[in-house]
């Protein structure tokens, strides 16, 4: 547990990071066959959250033991697991290993609920096998056809985009959205651009620009035209909304 040297400490002197170690180690030491963890690390900041993710991962893969991890945070759920299980008003959603879980959510409640996402309008304009093409503006797209079974050919579907499979291009390239940058934001290490679209979407979507270039590219008030650049796009039947 890397704390050599702490055993005639009190709890109050240790850091919130080897108050963790130390409770790890006394749940460990009894040798469990399953070791339940609920929010463990909800009470430590960010870059002591962060090591210590590493570090329970490590312990866990060296020892074995399977482990059920509670948490909301959804980023180290999907940092943490072998497998997910995604839950509301305690129904199990789904169960499958996080990139399944983020790439191909089993309903609209799990594609909302991990991660963020665009919801756009859009409509069905063919089935082919596993496979169902939608049309988002002068998009067009192809999603898995499961979801959609019950629907006709013509009806609205809500198509669920990911920010950062979303790229910016032209506003004349054939078969693009067209859009206007409403607002950005810096992130380190990308931008996030707000764009609003009208006709698709009610408020601007999010789309997670890499590097920094959008900062002088694409200021607030630039006509952009959007590009879907992945296959994981999903879509389901259109929701009631008020």
């Not at 030491?29 to 963890?37: A, E, F, G």
């Amino acid at each position: 547990m890397k704390l050599d040297g702490f055993g005639d400490r009190k709890p109050r002197q240790l850091s919130g990071g080897q108050q963790q170690r130390d409770a790890l180690a006394r749940a460990l030491v009894i040798r469990p066959k399953v070791l339940l963890l609920d929010e463990p690390f909800s009470a430590l900041d960010k870059n002591l959250r962060g090591s210590m993710q590493v570090e329970l991962k490590q312990i866990q893969r060296e020892l074995g033991v399977t482990t059920i991890f509670v948490t909301h945070d959804q980023g180290e759920a999907l940092s943490m697991s072998d497998r997910i299980a995604v839950m509301s008003a305690g129904r199990i959603r789904q169960i499958a290993a996080p990139g399944d879980v983020y790439r191909r959510p089993a309903d609209r409640f799990v594609a909302s609920f991990v991660g963020n996402v665009n919801v756009l309008t859009g409509g069905l304009l063919e089935r082919r096998g596993e496979v169902a093409t939608v049309s988002v503006g002068d998009m067009r797209l192809e999603v898995p056809a499961a979801p959609l079974a019950k629907l006709a050919i013509g009806d609205v579907v809500d198509v669920f985009i990911r920010p950062e499979h979303l790229a910016v291009t032209s506003e004349s390239t054939p078969g693009s959205l067209r859009g206007t940058v409403t607002a950005q934001v810096f992130q380190g290490d990308h931008i996030d651009l707000y764009i609003e679209i009208a006709g698709v979407v009610r408020e601007p979507i999010l789309l997670r620009a890499p590097g920094v270039a959008a900062l002088s590219s694409c200021p607030a008030g630039t006509e952009v035209g959007l590009i879907v650049g992945s296959d994981d796009v999903v879509a389901f039947p259109r929701e009631a909304r008020a």
